[in-house]
């Protein structure tokens, strides 16, 4: 920002940009300190936006599990670590992330394996699975559910 900025034509400003998209509290503000707004301005401007409804951490939380889930198909693990980097508390982000339907969950990790498993080139299947469970662990899966869509047996059923 070349000219400083009012305190209303911040706020005005920053309202019109959580209008178009729903945003958490940690990115409006630092937005609003990368504007150079003094940090008891940006903290009084934080405080309108949400008693206005124009920023609400929960109902981001929300939109972000869902979208990132549905759209970018990544595991609970991967969509907690952006909820965290967002700084959103964790009490929160699992009761949204639990919410979760499990059968969906599977069947999407489901289907990416299959689509991976088209792409992998591996000399057998051990090595198929070992490239099977690297891609799905980086989209944020987690191992146990990983194991019962590529029907690895567990170690425990291994020892009976």
């Not at 178009?20 to 401007?45: F, S």
């Not at 639990?98 to 591996?122: F, G, P, Q, T």
Request: charged share 35%; net charge negative; with cysteine.
């Amino acid at each position: 920002m070349s000219a400083q900025l009012t305190d209303e034509e911040a706020l005005n400003r920053v309202a019109s940009y959580c209008s178009t998209a729903e945003h958490c509290r940690a990115e409006i503000n630092e937005k609003l300190q990368r504007w150079g707004i003094a940090y008891d301005t940006i903290a009084r401007i934080l405080d309108r936006l949400e008693s206005e409804k124009f920023i609400d951490d929960e109902r981001f939380c929300r939109a972000f599990v869902n979208d990132k889930f549905r759209f970018a198909k990544w595991g609970k693990m991967k969509i907690a670590q952006g909820l965290y980097m967002k700084k959103i508390p964790s009490d929160v982000a699992w009761r949204y992330l639990n919410e979760i339907d499990e059968e969906e969950y599977l069947s999407i990790l489901r289907d990416l394996l299959a689509s991976k498993r088209k792409s992998v080139h591996a000399a057998d299947d051990y090595e198929l699975n070992g490239k099977l469970m690297r891609f799905a662990m980086s989209r944020g899966f987690e191992l146990k559910d990983i194991k019962r869509c590529i029907d690895i047996p567990d170690e425990e059923e291994q020892i009976d």
